[in-house]
């Protein structure tokens, strides 16, 4: 079985956008590595960074969100031009409502949450550290 697991590049806010996700999804994490957990990192992580999280996963149902802060000598990473959306599919307006309410709190909604032309329960919008997201729910009929 072919899965996708997202992966989300942040400027030293990966532990608080995962924190923000585990309150929206549940769950635990199943890894988070520092820079300073990595023996003879090469180059050498400034101090600055050596808390910052080099690894950090989230299991959402069968699949895995996962991401980590980019250290300042890679350059920072553009957290608003990050074309590219997480879809989430879920199988009730209920589910669809929490995760749209918790998700988007404090973003940039694109299209709220409702009945979309193509018959499904859906929105799109980006979340308070830049990263976008879709939900979408099958109507019953």
């Known amino acids: 079985?072919?899965?996708?697991?997202?992966?989300?590049?942040?400027?030293?806010?990966?532990?608080?956008?995962?924190?923000?996700?585990?309150?929206?999804?549940?769950?635990?994490?199943?890894?988070?590595?520092?820079?300073?957990?990595?023996?003879?990192?090469?180059?050498?992580?400034?101090?600055?960074?050596?808390?910052?999280?080099?690894h950090i996963a989230l299991p959402i149902g069968n699949n895995m969100l996962m991401g980590n802060d980019v250290p300042s000598f890679?350059?920072?990473?553009?957290?608003?031009?990050?074309?590219?959306?997480?879809?989430?599919?879920v199988d009730s307006k209920a589910e669809a409502d929490k995760l749209y309410n918790t998700l988007s709190a404090g973003g940039k909604i694109e299209m709220p949450i409702g009945d979309s032309p193509w018959?499904?329960?859906?929105?799109?919008?980006?979340?308070?550290y830049g990263i976008e997201w879709m939900i979408d729910c099958p109507l019953k009929k």
Do not use: L
């Open 74 to 89: 890679m350059g920072r990473t553009n957290e608003n031009e990050n074309r590219s959306k997480i879809v989430i599919n």
């Open 119 to 128: 018959g499904t329960y859906f929105a799109m919008f980006r979340d308070k």
């Open 1 to 54: 079985m072919v899965q996708i697991n997202p992966h989300i590049n942040f400027n030293g806010k990966a532990e608080e956008a995962f924190t923000f996700y585990k309150a929206a999804f549940g769950g635990a994490f199943t890894n988070v590595v520092r820079f300073k957990d990595i023996a003879g990192a090469e180059p050498p992580i400034p101090e600055a960074e050596a808390n910052k999280i080099m």
